[in-house]
């Protein structure tokens, strides 16, 4: 029975470090988020929204070149994530404020 939960929790484990992003991302404590979405992502490489989340944490920090290159992996695992498409879309009118 031990092995089978331990199964099971490798495999829904980055649940817990993205839950856990969402809930720092949302009290403001994006670094903290930060961290917790990188430990989901290294669970889970192929979790596109877990990049969705890291990027929008680096966007709410102003840190838009670094939430470009985490949506843009995230898309690039699965394109047609619509959160993904979206943030990017709403990134690329500050990203060309910013190079003038």
Known sequence: MKKKQKKQK??????YYNNR??????????TKAIEEYEK????????????YNL???YYEMGK???ALKKWKTGL???KENALIKQGIQK??????VNSR
């Open 10 to 15: 490798s495999k829904t484990g980055y649940l």
């Open 21 to 30: 992003g969402v809930f720092f991302k949302n009290r403001g404590f994006y």
């Open 40 to 51: 989901a992502i290294s669970l889970n490489p192929n979790f596109d929204n877990g990049y």
């Open 55 to 57: 990027g929008s944490a």
């Open 64 to 66: 838009f070149e670094e």
């Open 76 to 78: 690039n695992i699965n």
């Open 91 to 96: 990134l690329i009118p500050l990203l060309k």
